[in-house]
Every structure is written in C-alpha cells, then in structure tokens.
C-alpha cells in the first residue's frame, strides 16, 4: 500500500484544507494541548462522519513529559 501524508490547516475554518480532504480515505487528527478545544474537536468528527472520512487517531502536540 502506498499512502500520502498531507498537512492541512484547521478543516473547520480553511477552504483549501476541506478542498485536500476531499481526496483524502482516512483522517488523523493533530491537536494542540491547551489550544484545541474539545468543542472545536467535536465539530471536526461530526464534520468528518458527514464527509464519511474514517478516522484512525489522533496526535496531541505541546505535551508536558511524563516520567
């Protein structure tokens, strides 16, 4: 299988990132903590589930370690 990872802006807000999602079989989700709101993300999987894109997981950025 050959797959393609394309980095988009915010796919509530910027027409060109829905444009590349349009093309796109499966979805991960990059947040960033403190930033991305839990709102925000649920308005991002509705929008997806209606778009019948799957979504296999997501990233949180700007963690604190845990040790």
Do not use: R, Y
Request: aromatic letters at 4%.
């Amino acid at each position: 299988d050959n797959f393609t990872v394309l980095n988009t802006a915010d796919i509530l807000t910027n027409s060109s990132s829905i444009e590349q999602l349009s093309s796109a079989d499966c979805v991960i989700l990059v947040e960033k903590q403190e930033h991305s709101t839990f709102a925000d993300i649920e308005k991002e999987l509705e929008a997806l589930k209606a778009w019948n894109k799957p979504v296999l997981g997501a990233i949180i950025t700007n963690t604190d370690a845990i040790m």
